[in-house]
């Protein structure tokens, strides 16, 4: 792992390249998002190409069968995630997963800190030992969770001992403990792997960043999303 001021200026210097989501509800609840990115020739090709993804072994929500996969990069120190996860992700599964058009994932970036590993790795633990709904509940509730004051993004906050904490909220002493043994043992790391692989495979460059049946989605709204995941259906 990469020590924490490597993470800050890597954090920093990424900035530019963030996918920002700006998230405002009007009178008929509609919820617009502003996607903002480098436009180099690397992005461009991601967001045409369609990329081969295993999803399987991954936290997702709706219908297995649903004909598209909605993925999400995300990092628990993300303030912006946080945002995603509480105003955006409740409105495309209402639009798009409650209604059967499609199924939503969640992947692991983690790129800010230690925290931003350590949690991902304990948020796999808990998909490992107790499956995927409380996985779900877990993950909410760390977003929640994180601090609204951005100092915290670069120190130590989600150690062992709050994730535990945080996990024990929603979970049985029993399973508490089959999660802390698993993430102790290391046995989340490979799952983490396989989403930091996909991250440098897929050219993902900020958090959040979401792909549609394996092309990366670069619209301003969610009509865009809708019409991708709409066009997605039809081409399988």
Same mark, same amino acid.
């Given at each position: 792992?990469?020590?924490?001021? #490597?993470n800050?200026?890597?954090?920093?210097n990424?900035?530019?390249?963030?996918v920002?989501?700006?998230?405002?509800?009007?009178a008929?609840?509609?919820?617009?998002?502003?996607?903002?990115?480098?436009q180099t020739?690397?992005?461009?090709e991601?967001?045409?190409?369609?990329?081969?993804?295993?999803?399987?072994?991954?936290?997702?929500i709706?219908?297995?069968?649903?004909?598209?996969?909605?993925?999400?990069?995300?990092?628990y120190?993300?303030?912006?995630?946080?945002?995603?996860?509480?105003?955006a992700?409740?409105?495309?599964?209402? *639009?798009?997963v409650?209604?059967?058009?499609?199924?939503f994932?969640f992947?692991?970036?983690?790129?800010?800190?230690?925290?931003?590993?350590?949690?991902?790795?304990?948020?796999?633990?808990?998909?490992q030992?107790?499956?995927n709904?409380?996985?779900?509940?877990?993950?909410?509730?760390?977003?929640?969770?994180?601090?609204?004051?951005?100092?915290? *993004? #670069?120190?130590?906050?989600?150690?062992?001992?709050?994730?535990?904490?945080?996990?024990?909220e929603?979970?049985?002493?029993?399973e508490?403990?089959?999660?802390?043994?698993?993430?102790?043992?290391?046995?989340?790391?490979?799952?983490?792997?396989?989403?930091?692989?996909?991250?440098?495979?897929?050219g993902?460059?900020?958090?959040?960043?979401?792909?549609v049946?394996?092309?990366?989605?670069?619209g301003?709204t969610?009509?865009?999303?809708?019409?991708?995941?709409?066009k997605?259906?039809?081409?399988?």
């Amino acid at each position: 792992m990469a020590n924490k001021k #490597k993470n800050s200026k890597q954090a920093a210097n990424s900035s530019s390249k963030f996918v920002f989501w700006m998230i405002g509800l009007v009178a008929v609840c509609l919820l617009a998002f502003i996607f903002l990115s480098n436009q180099t020739d690397k992005k461009d090709e991601a967001t045409t190409k369609t990329n081969e993804i295993d999803y399987s072994n991954q936290p997702f929500i709706g219908d297995k069968d649903a004909p598209v996969s909605i993925i999400e990069f995300g990092d628990y120190k993300c303030p912006i995630c946080k945002e995603f996860t509480h105003n955006a992700v409740p409105y495309i599964q209402k *639009e798009l997963v409650d209604t059967g058009k499609a199924k939503f994932y969640f992947m692991n970036y983690s790129f800010i800190n230690i925290d931003s590993v350590r949690s991902a790795q304990f948020a796999e633990a808990v998909y490992q030992e107790l499956g995927n709904d409380m996985f779900w509940k877990f993950h909410e509730l760390l977003y929640q969770k994180q601090p609204e004051d951005t100092k915290y *993004e #670069k120190i130590d906050l989600f150690t062992e001992k709050f994730l535990t904490d945080t996990l024990k909220e929603v979970a049985s002493d029993q399973e508490v403990d089959k999660v802390v043994k698993n993430f102790q043992g290391e046995k989340s790391m490979a799952a983490w792997q396989k989403d930091m692989d996909y991250v440098k495979q897929l050219g993902v460059t900020g958090t959040p960043t979401m792909f549609v049946n394996g092309k990366m989605f670069t619209g301003k709204t969610m009509d865009d999303l809708k019409e991708m995941v709409k066009k997605a259906a039809k081409e399988k």
